[in-house]
């Protein structure tokens, strides 16, 4: 089983949908959870921090069920600029180190 | 400002020559990671830098050799690199090495080896 495991998609969603992405992750103990965004050819640039009791920025809602093992991302009303690869990343909390994992990412492709 | 800058931007190098790869961060971040990316897979991470010393090497081959001169540097030099090693180089920093911090990345330095 992977450490962190995300549908790769891709998701093609019409403009103003409503998109959720799942990821579940493997060890129990781990403690951060972060989705990043990543553009074709550029770098993975962190969207949020996904802490335990869900937040919340603008369009953008992350939940964590640790019980589940499980994170979530959903967007609303999607915008033709959210087209792009979207990275679960979990830290490893066995080492005292900053690794992190990452899925393998979900693409998403909003359309007009 | 969460700034990490890279240069290159791109490179093509051949198999025998020797280059380097330039990060630096001004945020007070105090550890600093090398990555590699491959086309439609995730960064694989390759060193971790905690507070100037070398952390993890995740058994990456000696043609590749980091370097931390200070807190807000990090170089990674290539000597006699094979075309499999051509992809995205992602530099990235946070503020701790400690685990459990957001890690923020450079735009990367594109390497292809002809």
């Known amino acids: 089983r992977k450490e962190v495991e995300q549908d790769p998609g891709p998701f093609n969603v019409p403009e103003g949908a409503t998109v959720a992405f799942n990821c579940t992750y493997s060890n129990s103990a781990s403690q951060s959870f972060f989705w990043y965004r990543q553009d074709c050819r550029k770098e993975p640039k962190l969207l949020m921090s996904v802490y335990s009791s869900g937040n919340e920025d603008g369009r953008f809602t992350a939940q964590l069920n640790r019980a589940s093992q499980y994170i979530s991302l959903l967007i609303r009303d999607s915008k033709l600029s959210d087209s792009a690869t979207y990275l679960c990343?979990?830290?490893?909390?066995?080492?005292?180190?900053?690794?992190?994992?990452f899925g393998q990412g979900t693409t998403l492709q909003v359309k007009p | 400002d969460t700034e990490v800058t890279q240069t290159p931007k791109h490179l093509v190098m051949g198999m025998t020559n020797k280059k380097s790869l330039k990060c630096e961060q001004h945020?007070?971040?105090?550890?600093m990671y090398w990555y590699k990316q491959k086309a439609k897979k995730p960064p694989e991470l390759m060193f971790v830098y905690s507070y100037e010393k070398l952390s993890i090497n995740e058994s990456v081959p000696s043609r590749f050799s980091p370097e931390c001169p200070n807190s807000s540097l990090l170089n990674l030099h290539l000597h006699a690199l094979q075309p499999e090693d051509s992809a995205l180089y992602l530099c990235?920093?946070?503020?701790?090495?400690?685990?459990?911090?957001?890690?923020?990345f450079g735009p990367g330095t594109r390497l292809t080896v002809t």
């Open positions: 945020m007070g971040h105090r550890a």
């Open positions: 990235a920093s946070s503020l701790s090495g400690t685990g459990g911090t957001e890690q923020y």
């Open positions: 990343v979990v830290n490893t909390p066995t080492s005292n180190t900053g690794k992190l994992i």
